[in-house]
């Protein structure tokens, strides 16, 4: 038994070990995939514009939401026009970036996993290798870059949109102040916490299209494979997004 | 070549909203933002005995309306002071020379605020002048060992310590 759970720790480490080995092979070959630009805004477009709905759907609603339940609970102590401040801070430097992240792990991370697994089983990522074209220069690095790019392009998004959201609720709803709610978010809302929402959205968005692209290219090649790819695609991205959501809110404290 | 063209369309307009939200981020929902676009500003300086817990961006204010922001704070090892740099509102360039400044409390325990009290004379401040007459933040711990001073002594006074002693306790709450 020791001995199974030993050889299931060091599996875990393998594996963290090629992801990062994975990651460095991405950065190196980053520069050289920047000068094919058309690839990279190819997959922007897959992952970025193509995730605009649901991210704009989903950034209404949260705003929506924190409006209606930050006006109850300012209400009980008098303090409506605080609303601007308290949804602001809570989309810019919390919710904003982590469901963002969670929609992107949800709608880009399988598309790209389960793409590039389908490729390995096909053996389209063999082929290229045939002809001496590097998959990973290629196929990977666009991919990946695409999605660093469109992650906090996302993520502002869909705060403006929550900050309209909750506005929508508070202001022409509620009945709070319109002056008051964006006065005293300007007053306390400061650079540092927009900063912390961006530093948060970039690396969410390594984060998940590391994940993303690692789970894919190395996929089992077969239908199975492809599907488990997929899944621990979302599963991993969504725990890891939370363990350095806590690591950076921590840093930034 | 008709794909390739909605294609660049959609990832252009989708990077370009996305710009243009990490804009409205920056200069909408903060207070520091404004500044790069906001009107043209002059500032002045004061010393305080203490400035309590006064913030960087806390507003100044003249009458109750605001004219500016706190824009540092600083000590100065010479004479044992506060120097707290105020960037006000051009518009608003027409305060007296011996006007004072004060910092005064939102609320009974909000955030602390400058309040400048216009003086009689008329020669208005420049840029970068200082404003002499200053009173410090009202910080409640000095006020309430200033009060318990008052009463320790006061009961030393009176010196009749047998009625004293149960009045004594009643009082303190």
């Known amino acids: ?253 | 070549m008709r794909k390739s063209r909605t294609l660049n369309l959609g990832t252009g307009s989708f990077v370009l909203l996305g710009f243009a939200s990490l804009f409205f981020l920056t200069t909408q929902t903060t207070s520091r933002g404004l500044a790069w676009f906001g009107p043209p500003r002059y500032e002045l300086t004061a010393k305080f005995d203490n400035v309590g817990d006064l913030k960087v961006g806390a507003p100044v204010s003249m009458s109750g309306v605001e004219i500016g922001r706190v824009a540092k704070i600083d000590f100065d090892s010479k004479d044992y002071k506060a120097v707290v740099q105020l960037r006000l509102n051009e518009r608003y360039n027409k305060i007296p020379t011996d006007s004072d400044a004060s910092i005064y409390t939102q609320g009974l325990l909000g955030g602390k605020f400058i309040g400048i009290t216009a003086g009689g004379a008329d020669t208005y401040l420049k840029d970068m002048d200082h404003i002499d007459f200053t009173q410090s933040a009202f910080v409640l711990e000095n006020l309430i060992g200033q009060v318990l001073a008052n009463f320790t002594k006061s009961k030393a006074d009176a010196q009749n310590p047998v009625p004293a002693d149960p009045k004594a306790p009643e009082k303190t709450k």
């Open chain 1, 1 to 253: 038994m020791f001995k199974e759970l030993w050889e299931s720790f060091t599996d875990a480490l393998e594996g963290l070990g090629s992801v990062v080995h994975f990651l460095f092979r991405l950065v190196v070959h980053s520069p050289s995939a920047l000068l094919r630009f058309n690839l990279i805004s190819q997959q922007i477009f897959n992952s970025g514009a193509l995730s605009l709905v649901i991210i704009m759907l989903s950034g209404l609603f949260v705003g929506m939401v924190l409006g209606l339940q930050g006006f109850q609970l300012l209400q009980r102590f008098g303090s409506e026009e605080a609303l601007g401040t308290a949804a602001t801070i809570g989309l810019v430097k919390e919710l904003g970036p982590v469901v963002t992240a969670l929609l992107f792990a949800g709608r880009a991370g399988t598309a790209l996993a389960s793409e590039l697994g389908l490729m390995r089983a096909t053996d389209q990522i063999s082929a290229m290798e045939m002809m001496a074209v590097d998959p990973i220069q290629r196929v990977v690095v666009p991919r990946f870059l695409g999605g660093v790019i469109s992650m906090p392009l996302l993520a502002a998004i869909f705060c403006v949109i929550g900050i309209y959201g909750a506005q929508l609720i508070g202001v022409q709803i509620m009945g709070v102040d319109s002056g008051s709610f964006w006065s005293q978010m300007r007053a306390a809302v400061g650079l540092k916490d927009v900063m912390e929402g961006i530093v948060k959205s970039l690396i969410f968005g390594v984060a998940c299209s590391l994940i993303a692209v690692y789970q894919g290219y190395y996929a089992t090649p077969t239908a199975e494979g492809v599907g488990r790819a997929t899944t621990r695609t979302v599963v991993t991205s969504a725990v890891v997004i939370l363990f350095l959501d806590y690591l950076i809110t921590a840093a930034f404290l």
